[in-house]
């Protein structure tokens, strides 16, 4: 569909003409996404291009902006740090708007008595957290790193990471926000809609922000978030971090009020009983299962050598046969990482206490090796600051995430044995990295105070390799087959699967869903906000009476 | 009417079908200053389908519904009639407790379960779940919750709804469906506890957070049918602790480190008359037992839990006494008049079917909104002004602060006991509340809970929220049957 | 290497945006959080690392061509190396400045190459430095000093002041200062004098990569009919040239020392005795070719290969170069020598060091660019409270002399061999 090139002009005269650009160069930087090569036509690693890319640097011109595309027609798809292929234009010949917000970077204020911070879209978490650290506040970081958008996580996107268990949910942080509509109205959510400032994301009433957040959030699909403001934790340690070592492996002391473990488990029972044990006894700073990400097959090997600056991939394998680290791997195949803190030497001792008892009861135990100065200290620096979530790719470029189905420690439990034996079954063809079955990983909690998270396999693929690609897709194709033999609800891949389906595919599967009422709402919502339909449909709705007989449906 | 008797008798059997006109006029007003209005009917429904037939008949009749679960009295106008041909939706029957779920530490009930049903269900299985400060005996939990009362324990409010999770919603529409993790499951809790399913998560499902959607609405948006909590491990040992100072503003900074580091459980603060009056039915002592106390005092609950109780207690108690000291504040176990068991009854206990703030003079005038703790003074001193403005005894006046979402947000409510025979009292009671009210919105309190008055002040502040909630009304219950004219619909 | 030889990496990137930031570990506050000048400076993803590699997919694949909006997005970097350092944090095996570096070649290669860079070249070719200056003038800043002429005789060690010290006569007493400590401490060297040639380095950055072919082959051989086996020298650049850039591309095995490496071996072994007091307050800027790009270069040779089905490793192993072993050590312990001098850090220090604006061509080519990247340097100077910026490159001290100029500022900028005579 040709768009008018008056529709260009209106944009350059809004936001500048040197922060506007077609050049098809620079929109292939925006199309091209990690995952696209698993969805698109011909493994292509190019989502579709976008129109153009605008960067607005306020409100008033993200504003403007919308108006600009709904004259037009033209979609709008906004990004802030723009990581998994969903962060890019949805289908070809549909002319998107790539909104990048880089140019709202600020934070623009931290409440320290109220324990809150004020921010835009393009401020990452290892920044706020640098900020915050300051003030001893501390800020969730999301499972998929501090490199992340706080705006994103807490307004349009999951919210869960490994210091959700006592920090909360990005999304049950979320304080006021700014959402400008599809249509560029603005709706100021919470206090923030009664001129009370930003501290309180619900009400007035109904809580206007449940139409905007949920628990998958509108992924850009719904509208631009330009503000938000996003409760703060305690934090008991040193103002900033004091950073050891050399790249890769940088290390963090471990304060003498904090702790950093890894946790052990004879078998899946006991890990989960371990999991609630330390949700009874109001255990953990951050909670994770992390480490396993390499695969537990491997994961000994891999870490022992990234933390030698000195040594390459090719020394894991050597390291893999030595009969040493194959007895700690053992030891390390159900584990998880467990950082403590305390505001007293008292108090960290006593969680000290607790948590050998929870050792002693459940049959789970510290694994040595792990707990050493050097490996506790890259222990504690990863999970303070979660700034080595790229070692997802570590292995060959290509990381999947499958299963992820959430729910309480047993249910997870219930689907591991599946997970591992079909990630196993998969990595025979040689075209997956071949790490073991389980290289499940995920947080102790995705909510506050715990009970609640899901385990997600890595699954390590090479983008550079047809081969591989297709290798990922089926592993992909075959979780989503036991989870169905299963009975299970599921898991992540299905969602990343759905972005190279046609929207009927989609339709016709949501249609079959135990509960629809939401996806009728998010129709009937949608056609409210968004008349011109310029969000895309990472906002998933479902036509009226889709999937029912002819003679009921319209 | 005759027909709409029948028609309701078909549904909920003809013992629930109630016209007497006193049961009536029950419901026809409540303790606030709404205008009464009386419904046609209170119908008393057992379970979901019942309740979905209901909603279903009155969308096809075009009749109003008003959910009520709690017993009276109410307070807020949210259970009384704004629209002629109201039928009341009692759902005080429905009082099953579903599930406790020790593990996960998740309870499903029913609507009708109350704070004095739920507590010995849970003690049993060692459970609690956080508690709003004294409420009435016939006091619905899933009501309580709905209208996101302040819980008194501020560290475990993650979020303003918790420890809400997941509710079954007849929707206004008719329509039945679950908030929540519960969202993405079979329409059926059974077939979801089958596959291993807790009801845990509140949010969702996809990008809609419908739980959020039937909080603060007063029934406005649907029927919850059930609801999912989370529940806590009851202490093993406590203590209890008041921290005494003149003026409010010299607790807020102990208070914010307090809730910083999440240090105890209950926390709250209260003025000498609120204190006073929570203790001491008997209006003549409560007065002589306010005197007696100092103007404002923290009370905070330390509790130890689960593994090594004592020890954690003691490892709190001596950070507390740091902290105390850390401010320069002195501590006591206790005032004359206010035992140990006063304050067991106001944290763990009910007010019975007396609430205290009815005792003074048999009616009160409540206001309360959340703010920061910082602006809070501010905010206490606007209401005394206007109090002054309408000579109104200042010492009579109640007040309690509560800190919520994790020390974020703060509930600070006013009670203002009257004579409800006493035409002037009544009319100086109404003034004060229209007047405080618009002088704290342009100050910047927040009405978030807008009852009355405050939803005309507050959702004319705003017209892109009040338009986003319009949209979802219209959806939701696109005949408009749910308690119609309340918030901003 | 080509474009071609990177397309694996380009596939692999996976458009995490690490390459823009500091190493998040390292990052202690939003001002100074950014690693990546360019994209700073010029916004869109493409001006990134992860964005050009996916410009040079884009090219490859046919997608686009070689627009002037691509070639600035190409340019107008400083090829610091931050990104890469910041990628290789989690992905270990990628190579973002060496794609970056193919890039450009292959802009060169297609006559791309911006009009901007040809008074440089043109310099280059006929007078064998970056400056605009007679070759004849190049010995000018040594006259006096009683060095040996190494066109006339030998000596075990060169001293390479490089074209910027050489020519650049408010900055030429850094080089004159470096010759009287080395004739002090009795090394025995000497200078190519007008006869130096420029080591090919800048060239090499943008791109055209047959300059430092023909400089290398010129200065090796140069310095082997001067029988030097190592040349010293006082310039990063230089350094990285010599160390890395002739290893790699002309087989030298020519020994490279900058001059912050003998100052501290000479504190170490007590040859350097500092005993007047040098009462600053003084931070250190690691360049970026000493400190995350100085690292020692291992020849290699190999293929990919695949372990575990299909984790990438080398055959044989491939050396990793990510700013772990860059030299920060030497020029710290030489200001912590110095009597007087407190050193206070900066944020942004060592591998994940805020580059000064003046390499990859920025200068040249993108002036605007390179004097806001180094006042981005200068603010965070400033913010320790450090009396003076001190670092150990010609290019770098210009930038920020320049750019201390530009806003009047009164920090002062010095070389950390002006540091070290104050003391002397």
Redo the contacts between chains.
Sequence with gaps: MEISRDAYRAIEDIVGTENVTDDPAFLDSYAFEWLAELVRPNRSHYMPRPWAVVMPASTREVQAVTKVCNKYKIKIKPISTGWYHWAAPMKDNEPTVQLDLRRMNRIIDIDEKNRFAIVEPYVICAQLQAEAMKLGLNCNIIGAGSSTSVVASACAYFGGGPSSHYMGNNSDNLLGQEWVTPVGKVVRTGSLSSGAGWFCSEGPGPSVRGVTRGNLGSRGGLGTYTKCAIKLADWPGPTEFEVKGRPPGYRLPVGENFRAYTIGAPNWDAWANCYYAIYDNGLGYIFHRQLNLAGANLATALWLTYIDPTKTLNDVETLAKDPEIIAINEKARISFQLILAAQSVDGIQLQDKILDQILSQTGCYKVERYCQQDMAEFTNMYMQRLGHKHCNFIWAGGYMGSWMQAGTPDFVKGYVPTAIKGFEEDQQSHLLVECGGDALMGCGSTLGGGGYFGLEQFVSYDPASDASIDACIKHMEDAIADCVAQGLPLGKELLYLQIGWSDQRIWDGMAKAPQTFVLDFQRQFKEAVDPNSLGDRNYPWLPEKWGQAPAQAK | METKRRQLAAIVGEDNVLDDPKILEEFSSDESLCEPLRPWFVVRPANESEVQALVKWANTTVTPLVPVSSGAPHFYGDTVPTVAEAVIVDLSRMKEIKRIDRRNRIAVIEPGVTYSELAPALAREGLRIPRPLAPRANKSVVASLLERQPTTIPRLNFSLPEPLRNCGVVWGSGDLAFTGEAGNGPLNLEAQWQRGLAQVDGKGPLATDLMRLVTGAQGSMGIVIWASIKLELIPTVRSYFFVPHSELSGLVDFIYKLTKVRLGDETLLLNRAKLAALVEPQPAAARKLREALPEWVALVGLAGTALFPEERLKVQEKEFRALVQEFRLTLCGGFAGVSRADVVRLIDGDSGDHPPTLTAKGASQDIFFLTTLDKAPGLIETVRSVAARFDYPWPDVGIYVQPQHQGVAHHVEFNFPYDPSDAKEVAKARDIYLEASAELIDQGAYFSRPYGYWSELVYQRDASSTEILRTVKQIVDPTNIMNPGKLCF | MTIQDY??DA????????CK?V????????RF?KGCPSVEYG????YSA??RL??S???MDG?????D??KD?VFMCNMCGSCD?AC???????EPLLAMHALRAKLVEDGDLPEAFQPMLESLRKDYNTMGEPHERRGDWAKDLGVKDLTKTTAKYVFHAGCRYSFDGEQSEVARTAVEILKKAGVDFGIMGAAESCCGGKAFSIGVDQQLHNSADHNLAAWKKAGVDTVITPCADCYYAFKRLYTKHAGSTIKVVHMVELLDQMVTDGRLKMTNPVPMKVTYHDPCHLGRQGEDYVPWDGVEK??????????P????Y????GVYDAPRNVLKAIPGVELVEMERIK?GAWCCGAGGGAREAYPKFSEWTAGERIEEAESTGADALVTACPWCERNFIDAVRGTKGKLEVLDILQLVAMAL
């Design positions: 397309r694996a596939l692999r990137c996976t458009r995490c945006a690490y930031w190493p998040l570990d390292l990052m202690k506050s939003w959080s916004k869109f993803h493409s992860g964005g996916i410009t997919l884009s090219l997608r686009s061509t070689v627009t909006k691509v997005s350092v290789k944090v989690c992905r270990y095996d990628m695949k372990i575990f089905g299909q984790a990438v490793v080398y055959d192993p491939r050396p990793r990510n700013g772990a072993f591998e």
